[in-house]
Each structure stands twice: as structure tokens, then as C-alpha cells.
């Protein structure tokens, strides 16, 4: 599953406590795998770096992030915070349903 299908899934209020949980597991995995994927892009942007002709530290990271790596780490940010956000938000569905 995929976070924007998450998101879409989670905005109906009428879960019960037991499909929340489900997709809070599901949640957990995604997040997992965003956080591996991001490691990786991580490792590229210091080989990247290393190997880049610029001369400057700023030059090398503005190359690095217009490169194809540098914009999927970008976008890789960005669904981690929104998937941490969604995440909070199920748990605190989940408890409100104690």
C-alpha cells in the first residue's frame, strides 16, 4: 500500500479501532522503507559529493540536488514527515476509541 493510498484510506471517520490499527501496522512498514530508501539516497549524496568537480561545498550540494537522487531524497522528506504525521494522528484515533 502506498502512503497517498493511506492517506485517502485514513481520512474516513468511521474506521473501527481494529482497521486503524491495521493501517497503523501498515504505516510502520511504509515508514520503515521510506527510512531504508532515504539511507541510501544519503549514501549516494556522499559519493556524489566526494566525486564532484566543483569547487565549492555549495555548488556540490545545489548539483546534487537537482540530480535525479537529490530530488528523490527531497521528495523522500517530505512523505516521511507526512507519513510520521499521519501515524500520530491514527494513534490518537486509535486511543480515542479506548
Do not use: P
Amino acid at each position: 500500500m502506498t502512503l497517498l493510498e493511506l492517506i485517502t484510506i485514513v481520512k474516513d471517520q468511521d474506521l473501527s479501532k481494529e482497521q486503524l490499527e491495521d493501517y497503523y501496522a501498515d504505516l510502520s512498514i511504509l515508514l520503515a522503507q521510506l527510512h531504508n530508501e532515504l539511507g541510501d539516497r544519503e549514501k549516494e549524496r556522499a559519493l556524489f559529493i566526494d566525486s564532484c568537480t566543483e569547487k565549492t561545498e555549495a555548488k556540490k550540494v545545489i548539483k546534487w540536488q537537482v540530480s535525479d537522487g537529490g530530488q528523490r531524497e527531497i521528495v523522500l522528506k517530505r512523505y516521511l514527515k507526512s507519513a510520521e504525521h499521519l501515524q500520530s494522528g491514527i494513534k490518537q484515533r486509535i486511543y480515542s476509541k479506548l
